[in-house]
């Protein structure tokens, strides 16, 4: 058996159970509301790096967050976590929420219309998958070259994921704000019946973290 | 304008949102695998001392336990907060999850089966209120003596009044546990639009509290 495994990874949610807040558009990627469910992690020394800066915070929530990139090969995104554009792809021009810097593995993301890969500049290519959440794992397992796929989101995707029984372990930290309306994470969804169990709590001023694993593993 | 306040205090919730686990009843008052959700607060002082113990953790989890009992005047209480009888109270045996002690205020507990008042050797007396959650809080009122009136649930009791913007202040305990089902505490609410924003919250290493106030006040 492979010991590759799907991970989530630095997955906020709110008090209120949304993954994201409603109304996702180019000026807000995460929803109405969505970027305060990060202030935990944004603040980290690891988030900064990422996104050129200097300095952040270090200890739990800095280690969750730079955990989340240990041994990881590959990526899967929903279509809307890789942009706000709904049908068919009028051109070739959106690249993503990121521009550079990329998450320098390949990423392959899930949608209904099909496009040809995109390769960055930084190496990273966008793969485009139109043959359904199974389909995408395995071919992101084929690329991750023996690591594990760290499955990004979002709330549609992983819930997709979760009914599947797909997902090997996952990361939520829950951030003190309420948004009211957006996309429920857990909704209708039973996790201890998915085999799902609590292995590893954490808190910090800013989240309470927790990891789930299958029980049955 | 009155300053006594309707308060939800101490009230815990899963990690997936639920308020009390699935299938209530004698052996399990708070659903199955419900005591989980209190981990935080049974080992404190206050918990501790209220039961007939001694010791218990001071610090946080144990201000919050304190707190929500500090100028209570009056309870109020869903029926499935009170027992586990369903329908016509068949006699008047059924006398609270408690035995005594119990909270030596007057406690209003929402019924729709009338059930003369039932009055405790510790000097609480239970009233049955069976004309509804407005006349239930304008009794509790009437009856605190200028103090606040605490709202203990069940979840259906506590989003009934939600609902009907009663609720002055609700503080809440997050715990790292899954129930996978039970009573979702939040489904289907939109706290924002009913007014209400996280006012203060504070991590322990069991617990992420947060309290939620109306904004408008």
Request: hydrophobic share 35%; proline share 5%; aromatic share 10%.
């Amino acid at each position: 058996m492979s010991s590759q495994r799907l991970r989530v990874s630095c997955f906020s949610i709110s008090l209120d159970g949304f993954g994201a807040g409603p109304n996702q558009s180019l000026d807000n990627p995460l929803g109405e509301g969505g970027m305060g469910l990060h202030g935990w992690m944004t603040k980290t020394r690891t988030f900064q790096k990422l996104h050129g800066g200097e300095g952040g915070t270090t200890g739990v929530d800095d280690d969750f967050t730079a955990s989340g990139f240990h041994n990881v090969g590959a990526w899967i995104l929903g279509r809307n976590m890789f942009g706000p554009i709904r049908g068919d792809w009028p051109d070739d021009s959106w690249k993503g929420w990121w521009g550079e810097p990329t998450p320098y593995v390949p990423v392959f993301v899930l949608t209904h219309h099909a496009r040809a890969p995109l390769v960055m500049e930084g190496g990273t290519t966008f793969h485009f998958v139109t043959d359904g959440i199974e389909s995408a794992l395995r071919k992101a397992k084929d690329a991750a070259g023996g690591k594990d796929v760290r499955l990004g989101g979002g709330v549609g995707t992983l819930r997709q994921y979760l009914r599947a029984r797909l997902i090997d372990e996952l990361h939520f930290a829950v951030s003190p704000v309420v948004l009211g309306r957006g996309e429920h994470l857990f909704q209708g969804l039973d996790l201890r019946e998915l085999g799902y169990e609590v292995v590893r709590h954490a808190t910090t001023p800013d989240a309470l973290h927790f990891v789930l694993s299958r029980a049955s593993r």
